[in-house]
């Protein structure tokens, strides 16, 4: 069975700082592209960032490029999403996948697994 689990969000002011962490156990971590999307009430699930198998390539969407940092450490099946000068429009809950592979993983649809999620909440 194949389990992901978030934590670390909460609310902050904007200008704020927040570290997301997602543990997975129940799959071979290392083979797996590791993701973070967001979605807000109402919204499509929006795609945050990726990270390889590896840990040598990541991406990020345009929107938070600069601003977050997305990392994993395979010996303890973590990765880890480092979220600073926060926005209110970074607000939404946010939510760890993971993919067999790397190709896709920018994409909703070829998320293989999900969390459940955590909320973040940016005000002024």
């Known amino acids: 069975q194949v389990t992901l689990v978030e934590s670390g969000g909460g609310s902050v002011q904007d200008g704020g700082f927040l570290r997301l962490s997602c543990s997975a156990s129940g799959l071979a971590f290392s083979s797996y592209t590791m993701v973070w999307f967001r979605q807000a009430p109402g919204k499509e699930r929006e795609f945050v960032a990726t990270?390889?198998?590896?840990?040598?390539?990541?991406s990020y969407a345009d929107s938070v490029k600069g601003r977050f940092t997305f990392s994993r450490d395979n010996a303890k099946n973590i990765t880890f999403l480092e979220m600073k000068n926060l926005k209110a429009e970074d607000t939404s809950v946010y939510l760890c996948?993971?993919?067999?592979?790397?190709?896709?993983?920018?994409?909703?649809?070829?998320?293989?697994?999900w969390g459940q999620g955590t909320q973040v909440t940016v005000s002024s």
């Open positions: 996948g993971a993919r067999l592979g790397y190709s896709g993983s920018r994409y909703a649809t070829n998320i293989d697994y």
């Open positions: 990270v390889s198998g590896s840990g040598f390539l990541t």
